[in-house]
């Protein structure tokens, strides 16, 4: 079972129309260092369908419920005052689940606001909580972490190093291998950028590259 350590929720100014097919692309920044992430999802709805002729309540799932969360963490000056600054815009949010980091286990994004407020202050701890507002429905914009597929590729990240090699990089890589579904190399890409991951978002048919530098970006990938 996968754990939530690492798992983060991150932000940016939102740089493009809704509608743009890399719309999720840009560099973000983390909300807070947070003790625990709710889930961005509302509780789902359920429409009573019964009629005089049922015996048994029969229902059908209906609209989610607005999305809120009280995300809990250490209260830093540096992002308190950036939440203080943003309150009330609308951002675009991530949240990468999984214990690398970098959305392992699944990257999930929506558009909302947030606000910040102190928490408890006592002799050992000083805590925050940044209340976020879901304004639309979470997606999931990946695919896998390393590995992306689309309906006749496969798209795979090689970095050509081995740990004992290069400890603090072997896990980055600029090469990008296309493949077909019969296992045949069909490309070799390169990239500028040294990726840790690679995301495909199948509504918008788009192909993500993940970097980690001075925040977490997430790059429009032209293939």
Not at 5 to 33: H, N
Request: charged residues 25%; hydrophobic residues 35%; proline residues 2%.
């Amino acid at each position: 079972m996968a754990t939530g350590l690492k798992s983060r929720i991150a932000y940016k100014t939102p740089t493009a129309s809704a509608t743009s097919g890399d719309y999720w692309a840009g560099t973000y920044k983390l909300l807070l260092r947070a003790k625990s992430i709710p889930s961005p999802f509302g509780s789902q709805n359920m429409v009573d369908t019964s009629t005089l002729e049922d015996l048994v309540e029969t229902q059908e799932m209906g609209r989610r419920s607005a999305g809120s969360m009280e995300v809990e963490g250490a209260f830093e000056k540096k992002y308190k005052d950036e939440m203080v600054t943003n309150e009330g815009k609308k951002l675009d949010f991530i949240i990468l689940y999984g214990t690398d980091g970098k959305g392992s286990e699944g990257i999930c994004a929506f558009i909302g606001q947030e606000s910040f407020a102190p928490g408890e202050a006592s002799d050992d701890h000083l805590t925050g909580t940044a209340t976020v507002s879901v304004q639309t429905v979470p997606k999931w914009i990946e695919d896998n972490y390393d590995v992306a597929v689309t309906e006749d590729k496969v798209y795979a990240l090689y970095s050509g190093k081995t740990y004992k090699m290069d400890r603090g990089r072997a896990f980055e890589s600029n090469c990008l291998l296309v493949y077909d579904w019969e296992g045949n190399l069909i490309r070799t890409l390169y990239f500028g950028d040294a990726l840790t991951g690679i995301s495909y978002d199948r509504e918008e048919g788009m192909l993500y590259g993940i970097t980690q530098g001075s925040g977490i970006s997430l790059i429009k990938l032209e293939i």
